[in-house]
């Protein structure tokens, strides 16, 4: 049930892609402590982006999950950023992470909801 998804203004290559989201959901299943096995993760292609008036190597992550709880959000920037940092080499005052709590009514999954 958790979703992340990642928008950057930098190239990413296959391999290096496959390696982060890898490392993103394990990231968001733990830190959340849910079964990885309903996480999903998105990296998504290249986008024009801007952050501070700067073209430079930057990161938009939206972060949704039931029941997301706020007092987790600052361990989930926190763990997301150093993640970012150290896979592609972007800064963590080059990201900014939507947190969103999903109502389980809103959440479709296996032909129902949760």
Known sequence: ???????????????????????????????LGKPERYVMVALEPPVPMVFAGSDAPTVFMELKSIGLPEAK?????????????????????????????APRKMWGWDGGTF
């Open 1 to 31: 049930m958790p979703y992340l998804k990642i928008q950057t203004n930098q190239a990413v290559a296959a391999e290096q892609a496959a390696q982060f989201i890898k490392s993103a959901s394990q990231l968001v299943a733990e830190d």
């Open 73 to 101: 959000t600052p361990k989930l920037s926190e763990s997301l950023c150093k993640l970012v940092n150290a896979q592609l080499g972007i800064p963590a005052d080059r990201v900014y992470i939507e947190f969103q709590d």
